[in-house]
């Protein structure tokens, strides 16, 4: 038990520190290029924080529409799942974004197989399903943002080319994919236990079967054709609402009359922080927002580097805490049931703890 402990508080440290280098120098790099802090407070000052304000419920509804497609997509497995319930886990697993790199992945499915009558291992599978649905997602965005700015782009990131988007984009979803599909529709998943697993290890192939089975189970969204339009459409909603507080922080900050930006700028400002969040995660993504969205509007639109923070400082601090607020609140309404932090922080040990003494 000393062990376990010491190994978990360990383990702790290490998530700790890696999460505060990373949020350290991604925001020093986000700072560099700040050479006048009376602009960026005046920046600041200058903003109609009525129209900030407006954003609030927009995300609300936007993170509610997300539990309700989580909803969708779990209804081949369990109908009936309680709405409450999905919507805390998203604003949970919100929270703990917001602390350690990922760290709500696990804590989400971890709440919602703690209040409902689902496998854990089944709801991870259903959120790389979301995942898969955000990366396309991001491809179609991706693809409209190059189709019209290919040419500034290719002077903006010029390591960015067509052939790279095609390897770090494109491929992997094709193979993600491809791979998905032969898993829920032929059994090479078994075979490849029995090959690599079964003969080394009776007890470890069962564990691993067992997990195989709830895993395809997750996805069985694929095998129902009458939700597809559902989902498809809670999709598209979700993307919209993430494009409205992006619009409402250029009213905020009068860019639809300095720089005339209407939505479709919000949609590659969307992109392209979108990108940087997916590629290089950061608690909260602290300084990796902030410097794709200060390096769009400086080079696509020739905006100040202080008026290009303030406006990435804004626009992902009320999200930001926004999330951590109503995330909390809801973690209290689970904490009234008896889940703790630690168990919330530490899904992966709690789970395996679990499967190992019903083994």
Not at 144 to 156: G, M, N, S
Not at 211 to 226: Q, T
């Amino acid at each position: 038990m000393a062990e376990q402990k010491k190994s978990s508080f360990l383990k702790t440290l290490l998530r700790t520190a890696i999460s505060l280098a990373l949020l350290i120098g991604s925001m020093a790099f986000a700072l560099k290029d700040v050479h006048n802090l009376g602009e960026l407070l005046g920046a600041f000052q200058q903003a109609n924080y009525w129209w900030v304000l407006a954003t609030i419920p927009v995300m609300l509804l936007s993170h509610y529409l997300r539990a309700l497609r989580w909803i969708t997509m779990m209804k081949p497995i369990q109908d009936g799942i309680h709405t409450m319930n999905a919507f805390s886990g998203v604003m949970i697993g919100y929270m703990m974004n917001n602390l350690t790199p990922r760290g709500g992945e696990l804590a989400r499915p971890f709440i919602l197989s703690r209040r409902e009558n689902v496998r854990f291992s089944t709801a991870i599978a259903t959120i790389l399903v979301e995942r898969v649905i955000d990366i396309l997602s991001l491809s179609v965005f991706v693809l409209i943002t190059f189709y019209y700015l290919h040419e500034k782009i290719a002077r903006v990131f010029p390591e960015i080319s067509s052939q790279l988007l095609l390897r770090l984009l494109v491929l992997p979803v094709v193979g993600l994919m491809t791979f998905i599909i032969l898993l829920i529709t032929t059994n090479i998943g078994e075979w490849l236990l029995r090959i690599c697993v079964k003969r080394f290890s009776e007890k470890w192939y069962d564990k691993l079967h067992s997990y195989l089975e709830a895993f395809i189970n997750g996805f069985s969204i694929f095998k129902s054709p009458g939700l597809y339009w559902r989902v498809l459409l809670e999709t598209a909603a979700i993307w919209a609402l993430y494009l409205v507080p992006l619009y409402f922080m250029f009213l905020a900050f009068g860019f639809e009359k300095s720089y005339n930006f209407g939505w479709f700028d919000a949609n590659v400002l969307l992109t392209m922080t979108t990108i940087g969040i997916t590629i290089a995660p950061t608690p909260g993504a602290w300084g990796i927002y902030h410097t794709f969205a200060q390096v769009t509007l400086v080079q696509f639109y020739g905006m100040p580097s202080e008026k290009a923070l303030a406006f990435a400082f804004v626009a992902h601090g009320v999200g930001y805490f926004l999330n951590i607020a109503v995330g909390g609140v809801f973690f209290m309404r689970e904490h009234a049931r008896g889940i703790s932090w630690r168990s919330v922080s530490h899904a992966d040990e709690v789970v395996t703890a679990d499967t190992s003494s019903n083994s």
